[in-house]
T-cell receptor, first 113, second 115 residues
Framework: GNSVTQMEGPVTLSEEAFLTINCTYT??????LFWYVQYPGEGLQLLLK?????DKGSNKGFEATYRKETTSFHLEKGSVQVSDSAVYFC????????????FGTGTRLTIIP | ETGVTQTPRHLVMGMTNKKSLKCEQH?????MYWYKQSAKKPLELMFV???????ENNSVPSRFSPECPNSSHLFLHLHTLQPEDSALYLC??????????????FGPGTRLTVL
């Protein structure tokens, strides 16, 4: 079956540090890949996505590249801000029928000034 | 109002109560979802509705009963819940086409506490 594995948190970084949150997946066929972010007290927001191999999703300074050879979709940001503190979820979606999302367990990120 | 809205945002209920959670999407999407988010556990997909038809039910106890009267509204009816059902319940919607997925859009959630 499909599964998503994220790096364990929590992750604590200083402002302006470089961020990487690792995500690897197991899936049949060619899934779409997503990163969602959940700020305190809110629902999940779609941060970025990639629908085929070698696609790069980007938004708000975050980037992730769909690597089929390593089955990975790592999230990166060159310089984090305090406002980036949130829980980040990697997810995949099968591309038929409907969009059932399989989520990772989430990584809590805290940025300190 | 835009996006996905959920009401109420917070709900406290006893084990013998009956209540309903409401979700409404203003995005013209054709699929809606209920998720349960518990502390220190992955998001659990509960139900999927595609074009108002339930297409997935992930072994959810019968004390949770979904209803999708039209493509914009989704309800979760609750009765005789247990304390372990306390969680954040998230609604999501998406527009699916055979050409690929566009991602799900989530509401803010209903924080449910069962006493």
């Amino acid at each position: 079956g499909n599964s998503v594995t994220q790096m364990e948190g929590p992750v604590t970084l200083s402002e302006e540090a470089f961020l990487t949150i690792n995500c690897t997946y197991t899936a049949t066929g060619y899934p779409s890949l997503f990163w969602y972010v959940q700020y305190p007290g809110e629902g999940l927001q779609l941060l970025l996505k990639a629908t085929k191999a070698d696609d790069k999703g980007s938004n708000k300074g975050f980037e992730a590249t769909y690597r089929k050879e390593t089955t990975s979709f790592h999230l990166e940001k060159g310089s984090v801000q305090v406002s980036d503190s949130a829980v980040y979820f990697c997810a995949l979606s099968r591309n038929f029928g409907n969009e059932k999302l399989t989520f990772g367990t989430g990584t809590r990120l805290t940025i300190i000034p | 109002e835009t996006g996905v809205t959920q009401t109420p945002r917070h709900l406290v209920m006893g084990m013998t109560n009956k209540k309903s959670l409401k979700c409404e999407q203003h995005l013209g999407h054709n699929a809606m979802y209920w998720y349960k988010q518990s502390a220190k556990k992955p998001l659990e997909l509960m139900f999927v509705y595609s074009l108002e038809e339930r297409v997935e039910n992930n072994s959810v106890p019968s004390r949770f009963s979904p209803e999708c009267p039209n493509s914009s509204h989704l309800f979760l009816h609750l009765h005789t819940l247990q304390p372990e059902d306390s969680a954040l319940y998230l609604c999501a919607s998406s527009h699916y086409e055979a050409s690929g997925s566009f991602g799900q859009f989530f509401g803010p959630g209903t924080r449910l506490t069962v006493l």
